[in-house]
């Protein structure tokens, strides 16, 4: 099973940029989705980026025109990116990188992608 692990997470200043990694333990010339989620403290998880196989980007409005992901698949280490642009306090949280595999765990649904494999996590926090 494909196991998923986030870097790149870290404290800014609101108008600051991160850019966010996920890297994959194997390396699989897969057709799947990827995509980034995060969780504030008290919320739910939601949806923030998705990237198929072929490129397709979907992204949630909070984030649209500050976040861009972008994927590597010829580079297993660095599989995943998420470039997070004018950060906001409001984009505080936990954000988790996340794919999909038939043994993978409960389903989830985002950007017409499903996901069931997720990552441990990196914490980004954005202060005023």
């Known amino acids: 099973q494909v196991q998923l692990k986030e870097s790149g997470g870290d404290s800014v200043q609101a108008g600051g940029s991160l850019r966010l990694s996920c890297a994959t333990s194997?390396?699989?010339?897969?057709?799947?989705?990827m995509g980034w989620f995060r969780q504030a403290p008290g919320k739910e998880r939601e949806g923030v980026a998705t990237?198929?196989?072929?490129?397709?980007?979907?992204?949630a409005d909070s984030v649209e025109g500050r976040f861009t992901i972008s994927r590597d698949k010829d580079n297993a280490e660095n599989a995943l990116y998420l470039q997070m642009n004018n950060l906001k306090p409001e984009d505080t949280g936990m954000y988790y990188c996340?794919?999909?595999?038939?043994?993978?765990?409960?389903?989830?649904?985002?950007?017409?992608?499903?996901?069931?494999?997720w990552g441990q996590g990196t914490q980004v926090t954005v202060s005023s």
């Open positions: 194997t390396y699989t010339d897969d057709d799947y989705c």
């Open positions: 990237i198929t196989a072929k490129g397709s980007v979907y992204v």
């Open positions: 996340a794919t999909w595999r038939r043994r993978g765990g409960p389903q989830t649904s985002f950007g017409r992608c499903p996901f069931n494999v």
